[in-house]
C-alpha cells in the first residue's frame, strides 16, 4: 500500500532498517541473557538522531515529519522493540522541554536530550499510583527559591542510567514537574524491576531524600504538571504505537515464514491447512488496519491538529491487534512457539508491555470516552 510517504522519510526508514538489521538484530540474544542494553549500541541509536527527526533544527534536530519519526520506531520495533523504550523516555522529555521549558532549561538541556549526550527519565508513577495524580505521594516543599523533594517514584525507565528526570510531585497548587539532576544528592537508585518481557531495559525506583532543585528547574508553572504529563504522553502514545505496529509486523512475518516452511505429510502448512491461512490473513488484515490507522494519526500531529483522543484510540487498537497478532504467530508455530528459540516466544511477552504502560489502556478508554463525548 502506498501511503505517499516523501523521500525523506522513506530515506529514514530504509536507514533504520538497515541499522536495526545490522546493529541489533545479532545482539538480541545478549540483550535478553545479560538484561542490558550495550552502551555501545545506546551511542548508536542515539546517533541515528532519531529522537531529533522531529525537533527544530535549533535544538539540534533534523525538523522532519513525525512521520518520519513513526517510521524509524517502527523500523526498530520490528527487530526489537525494547530498544524504543530507551529513547523514548529521552524524546518524551525533549518534548516536555521544546512546548514547556524557560529558554534557559531549553539552553540547558534541550540540545543535550536530543543528541544523546543528556540521557532523561520521565517520573511520574508512584508505588501507589500510576494513572491517578491526586494519589501522588511524592512532596515539594518551598525553601528559599529551592524546592525539597520528598518520596517515591516506581517502574521508571532509564532511571538508574538517566542524567537528568523530570519528577511529578505534589505542591500546594497540584502537580507540578520538576528537573532533576540525577548526580546531585537525595537522588537514589532504588530496586531495579524485573518484568515479564523488556529485560534490557533499565526500569526501577527512584527514592528522593530530600533533593533540593532550583526553582529555575521547574518544567512549566508550579501546578501545570498534569497538563503537561497529558501533551506529552499524548505525543509519547502515538511513538509508542508505532513500537506495536514494528512488533506486529515481525509477528506475521515469522508465521508466515513458519507456515511456508513446516510440512505436515510433505506439504507446507501454509498451503495445507485452512486454519493456519485463516489466522494468517486474521493477522495480515489487524497489521494492516493498524498501520494505515498509525499513519493517519501520525499526519493529523504534522498538520498540527490535537489528537488526544485519537492517540488514546490507536493506542487501544493496535495494542490489542500487536497481542493478537503475537499470540496467533505462537499458534502457527505449535509448541515451538513456545520455545524460547523462537523469536514469537518473546514477541509474545513483550506484546503485552504496551496495553498498560504510558497509561493502561483501560484509562485510554476513559480519555478517548471523554473527547468523544465532549464532540
Ligand atoms: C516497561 C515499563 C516501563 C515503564 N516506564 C515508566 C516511566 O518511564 N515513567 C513512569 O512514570 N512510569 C513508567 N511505567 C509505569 C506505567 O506507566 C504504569 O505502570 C501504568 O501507567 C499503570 O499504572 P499502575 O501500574 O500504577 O496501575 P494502576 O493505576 O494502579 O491501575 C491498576 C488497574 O486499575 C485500573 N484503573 C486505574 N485507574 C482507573 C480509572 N480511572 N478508570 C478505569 N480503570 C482504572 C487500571 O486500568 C489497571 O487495570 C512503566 C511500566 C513498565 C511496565
Redesign the pocket.
Known sequence: MDYNFTQEELSIQETVRQFAKKEIAPLIDQIEKEKKLPEDLLKKIMELNIIGLPFPEKWGGSAGSFISLLLAIEEMSYVYLPCL?YSL?SS?AAYGFLNFASDHLKEKYLKGLIAGSIRG????????????PK?LKVKAVKDGDDWILNGT???????GIADIAVI?GLTEKGVTAFVVETQEPGYIVGKR?E????SG?D?GDIILEDARVKGENLLGEEGQGFNILLSVESFAKVASCAGNVGLARAALDFALQYAKEKTHRGVPIGLKFQMTQWNLATMASKVAASRAFLYSVGAKMDKGEDVTGESSLLKIFTGAAAREVASDAVQVHGAYGLSKEYAVERLYRESK?NE????????Q??IAANVLLRS
Not at 527519565?121 to 491517578?132: L, Y
Not at 517514584?153 to 532511571?159: A, C, E, H, L, Q
Not at 498498560?356 to 484509562?363: D, K, P, S
Open positions: 523504550f523516555v518524551m527519565a520521565w517520573a511520574f508513577t508512584e508505588p501507589d499510583t500510576g494513572s491517578d494519589q517514584k516506581r517502574f521508571i525507565t532509564n532511571s511529578f524491576e518484568f515479564l518481557a523488556f531495559s526500569n508491555v498498560v504502560v504510558l497509561g493502561t489502556n483501560e484509562l478508554r476513559v
